[in-house]
């Protein structure tokens, strides 16, 4: 690089003229925008040298100097330039280690940028070669070679390509610890999560297999805090001692196996105990507060999770009142008799305020949905456990989910935080269907569709059909979470039903409006009023009957995702009282109860556990109609019993009662067509009459399939019955059906498409041993 200088007495000369030499791709007027002289300025020597430097920090030229020239009325700078080439095109040659795809993640998520059209960067060429080789190794290639070419289009253009040769896989056969007396081998090979040495039988997780050194050290992490925790607080984890093991010579030399033995050696050190704890810097909180939080005590073993659960905790406490940036550090002093004291120095820093909440990714949903289940606003004291329970309400939604964590940053010199909560839209719209045939309403198709979001308003609008060729049903509910704004809501339906038997008609319709109130974060309750009108026709009498009722409802509810819950817990139970002074024919009392728990166990897979229990009966002497009883069978609760067909049943023999429920005709005397519709033709075979009781219990163990978000897999175990009024609930006459699920969960549908396969262990004659279901939709 050349900078011409001239004399000082030419200083004070105008700039005549602006020249560009060199350039091929940028114009002259283009470089000209890149310098803030013009022509008509004054000549100034150290104003050139800023604005060259300027220049060439661009990283557009590979060689870049200014000539000067005297001119007829000025100085004539002229830039000679050599453009560095562009970039046109990028490469990776295809290997079996890594994916175009994967490279293209990785890159954005070490902020790799190679941009097409824009001079080419040696050094983001570099750093690129560099995470390529990270890449292959952590594939467990570690002779794995990465080189980039610059091949030459056409002149100033240049085609990127990655040269990528994987080479030979390397595979741990051996791996074991040394120095160790306190726990074995295997208790701290079970530590490990990324590697684990390779077994002939073992034809699952072969790519923790792979020897990687970096993915050693960081599983090696997990063997420290194992120790921490058992109080060996002088631990250490020294490097791994590896030695290499070549296969037989093969006529291909990448085909050639390597593995290699490994050995970490540790030095355990004393087990020590918990001394005096004491605290330090503290004035919103008392030591007694903070030290309650602690669950250790003088004299216990030290462990290290346990503390740090209390810090965390503590910082909660600081959280709840404001203070955001509380930070505990904990330390350690060791003294004679293997004794460690704690300290636990905190730095308080100040109160915070919210000064803006900030949504992104809410396309359709309203920012004012979210707010109200954020639990903080703005202008108001930021209390850090609100605001995390509001995270939770707001995933339990299931139509907005977070895609990282919040952001949170201070406004500079203000008590003050903004806060910028990033999510994506999912699926509003909850599609189900399915089909069977039964004994009550023959062959038969159902289809339902919900939203929760209606509108973006949190609105939660649904339809269902159910056409059969003995029964029809349609109905459509309306609900408002937040009814004018407060934690109250409102909802109503309407509903008809038609159901054509052999020798009879029977038609309901009606609706129902329901007001509820939230009591906490996570409780609920509803009281609910339903009116339905039903006739009954056999040609030769006509009768109609009206049910009266109401329905109060408590609901507890801590699921993470409405649509698709892996922890959590449920409670639900109703209590339906029809007739007496609410009027209508039907008397009777009706309650359920239903719980759901989901428990989280190895990796992310997780126990579903379900169950329920209701009763129905009558009461100031009339009958409980047939359709207000309870029938099991179908997806929604023993998954290999076609629908509404576990159930007493009444067929005129006596051996296929026995066992599942009393005879229908009980009474010969009884009117069979009385205002409820009780009673049916004793003369249609296999007739399911309903039950006045019934117990319901389900357990699925789902396991998301690795590397595909949209599909699981689910063991299941259903069982269940429903009996007359002269049973009782007997658990050693429960059907019982287990098997296996596929689920798809797709953007178009709320819930999952399943195939399910599964085995009746105690079939009747009239049902399958085993059957292929599909269906849409959930158990529970």
Same mark, same amino acid.
């Given at each position: 690089m050349l900078l011409c200088q001239a004399t000082a007495a030419a200083q004070k000369d105008l700039i005549e003229d602006i020249v560009v030499d060199g350039n091929q791709n940028l114009s002259a007027e283009a470089f000209l925008r890149l310098t803030s002289l013009r022509v008509g300025?004054?000549?100034?020597?150290?104003?050139? +040298?800023?604005?060259?430097?300027?220049?060439?920090?661009?990283?557009?030229?590979?060689?870049?100097?200014?000539?000067?020239?005297?001119?007829?009325?000025?100085?004539?700078?002229?830039?000679?330039?050599?453009?560095?080439?562009?970039?046109?095109?990028?490469?990776?040659?295809?290997?079996?280690?890594?994916?175009?795809?994967?490279?293209?993640?990785?890159?954005?998520?070490?902020?790799?940028?190679?941009?097409?059209?824009?001079?080419?960067?040696?050094?983001?060429?570099?750093?690129?070669?560099?995470?390529?080789?990270?890449?292959?190794?952590?594939?467990?290639?570690?002779?794995?070679? /990465?080189?980039?070419?610059?091949?030459?289009?056409?002149?100033?253009?240049?085609?990127?390509?990655?040269?990528?040769k994987p080479g030979r896989k390397t595979r741990i056969r051996k791996l074991v610890f040394s120095g160790n007396?306190?726990?074995?081998?295997?208790?701290?090979?079970?530590?490990?999560?990324?590697? %684990?040495?390779?077994?002939?039988?073992?034809?699952?997780?072969?790519?923790?297999?792979?020897?990687?050194?970096?993915?050693?050290?960081?599983?090696?992490?997990n063997?420290?805090?194992?120790?921490?925790?058992?109080?060996?607080?002088?631990?250490?984890?020294?490097?791994?001692? !590896?030695?290499?093991?070549?296969?037989k010579p093969t006529k291909k030399p990448e085909k050639q196996k390597r593995w290699v033995s490994v050995t970490v050696p540790v030095r355990e050190g004393p087990q020590y105990t918990l001394g005096k704890i004491s605290v330090e810097g503290n004035t919103v909180l008392t030591d007694e507060e903070i030290l309650a939080r602690i669950p250790l005590k003088t004299g216990d073993i030290f462990n290290k999770a346990l503390v740090d659960v209390g810090a965390q905790l503590v910082e909660l406490d600081y959280g709840e009142r404001g203070y955001f940036f509380i930070s505990t550090n904990r330390l350690e002093e060791r003294r004679e008799g293997n004794v460690a004291d704690l300290i636990i120095k905190i730095d308080e820093d100040r109160k915070y305020f919210i000064d803006r909440i900030e949504f992104t990714g809410n396309t359709t949903t309203r920012d004012k !949905?979210?707010?109200?289940?954020?639990?903080?606003?703005?202008?108001?004291?930021?209390?850090?456990?609100?605001?995390?329970?509001?995270?939770?309400?707001i995933a339990q939604l299931g139509y907005f989910r977070l895609t990282r964590e919040p952001q949170i940053t201070p406004v500079p010199g203000e008590n003050r935080v903004r806060i910028r909560i990033e999510g994506r839209e999912e699926s509003r719209n909850e599609l189900q269907v399915g089909g069977g045939f039964s004994g009550l309403d023959g062959a038969f198709f159902a289809g339902s569709y919900s939203t929760r979001n *209606?509108?973006?308003?949190?609105?939660?609008?649904?339809?269902?059909?159910?056409?059969?060729g003995r029964s029809n049903t349609y109905s459509i509910s309306f609900q408002e979470p937040w009814f004018l704004g407060r934690p109250w809501s409102l909802g109503a339906s309407i509903f008809r039903q038609d159901t054509d038997f052999i020798g009879f008609k029977q038609r309901g319709q009606g609706g129902s409006i329901s007001l509820g109130k939230r009591l906490s974060n996570f409780q609920s309750v509803r009281l609910t009023y339903l009116f339905e009108e039903v006739s009954f026709d056999d040609g030769d009498i006509e009768n109609t009957s009206t049910t009266s009722a109401i329905r109060p409802v408590y609901s507890l509810d801590t699921r993470n995702n409405f649509f698709r819950p892996s922890r959590g817990f449920q409670l639900v139970a109703s209590v339906e009282v029809a007739g007496g002074p609410?009027?209508?024919?039907?008397?009777?009392?009706? =309650?359920?109860?239903?719980?759901? !728990?989901?428990?989280?166990?190895?990796?992310?897979?997780?126990?579903?556990?379900?169950?329920?229990?209701?009763? /129905?009966?009558?009461? @100031?002497?009339?009958?409980? =109609?047939?359709?207000?009883?309870?029938?099991?069978?179908?997806?929604?609760?023993?998954?290999?019993?076609? %629908?509404?067909?576990?159930?007493?049943? @009444?067929?005129?023999?006596?051996?296929?009662?026995?066992? +599942?429920?009393? +005879?229908?005709? @009980?009474? =010969?005397?009884?009117?069979?067509?009385?205002?409820?519709?009780?009673? /049916?033709?004793?003369?249609?075979?296999?007739?399911?009459?309903?039950?006045?009781?019934?117990?319901?219990?389900? /357990?699925?163990? %789902?396991?998301?399939?690795?590397?595909?978000?949209?599909?699981?897999?689910?063991?299941?175990?259903?069982?269940?019955? %429903?009996?007359?009024?002269?049973?009782?609930?007997?658990?050693?006459?429960?059907?019982?059906?287990?098997?296996?699920?596929?689920?798809?969960?797709? =953007?178009?549908?709320?819930?999952?498409?399943?195939?399910?396969?599964?085995?009746?262990?105690?079939?009747?004659?009239?049902?399958?041993?085993?059957?292929?279901?599909?269906?849409?939709?959930?158990? *529970?």
């Open positions: 300025d004054t000549y100034d020597i150290e104003a050139i +040298r800023q604005d060259f430097r300027r220049i060439w920090d661009r990283g557009l030229f590979d060689d870049l100097s200014v000539e000067v020239r005297d001119g007829e009325t000025g100085k004539i700078l002229i830039y000679h330039v050599s453009e560095r080439p562009r970039l046109n095109s990028v490469e990776y040659e295809k290997n079996k280690a890594i994916s175009e795809t994967q490279i293209e993640e990785q890159f954005a998520e070490r902020n790799v940028e190679i941009h097409l059209g824009a001079p080419v960067d040696y050094k983001v060429i570099q750093d690129a070669e560099e995470l390529l080789r990270q890449l292959v190794a952590a594939k467990g290639f570690l002779d794995g070679q /990465v080189e980039a070419e610059l091949d030459e289009v056409d002149p100033g253009n240049l085609a990127l390509i990655f040269r990528i007396e306190r726990f074995s081998d295997g208790k701290l090979r079970s530590q490990l999560k990324l590697t %684990t040495p390779i077994k002939w039988w073992k034809f699952w997780g072969k790519k923790k297999t792979l020897y990687h050194p970096t993915r050693l050290e960081q599983d090696l992490l063997v420290e805090r194992l120790y921490h925790n058992h109080g060996y607080l002088d631990l250490r984890v020294q490097n791994a001692e !590896v030695e290499y093991h070549e296969g !949905v979210l707010r109200r289940e954020l639990g903080v606003n703005e202008e108001e004291l930021f209390n850090l456990k609100k605001f995390r329970t509001g995270l939770r309400k *209606f509108l973006g308003r949190g609105q939660i609008l649904s339809t269902r059909i159910q056409v059969g609410l009027g209508g024919d039907n008397f009777f009392y009706k =309650p359920i109860l239903r719980s759901t !728990v989901y428990v989280p166990m190895f990796r992310n897979m997780f126990l579903g556990l379900h169950g329920e229990i209701g009763y /129905v009966d009558d009461f @100031d002497g009339r009958v409980v =109609p047939r359709f207000e009883r309870f029938f099991l069978g179908g997806e929604r609760s023993l998954r290999l019993f076609e %629908t509404r067909t576990v159930s007493p049943i @009444d067929d005129g023999l006596p051996s296929l009662s026995q066992g +599942r429920g009393d +005879r229908h005709n @009980d009474d =010969p005397g009884k009117n069979p067509l009385d205002p409820g519709g009780n009673e /049916v033709d004793a003369n249609d075979p296999l007739v399911f009459i309903g039950g006045n009781k019934y117990l319901l219990f389900n /357990v699925e163990y %789902t396991i998301p399939m690795p590397g595909a978000d949209t599909v699981e897999l689910v063991l299941f175990y259903d069982a269940g019955n %429903t009996w007359t009024n002269k049973q009782g609930y007997d658990l050693s006459d429960l059907r019982m059906d287990v098997g296996i699920e596929v689920r798809f969960y797709l =953007p178009v549908f709320g819930a999952p498409i399943r195939l399910i396969y599964g085995w009746n262990l105690d079939p009747e004659d009239y049902e399958d041993k085993q059957d292929f279901i599909f269906s849409i939709g959930r158990t *529970f």
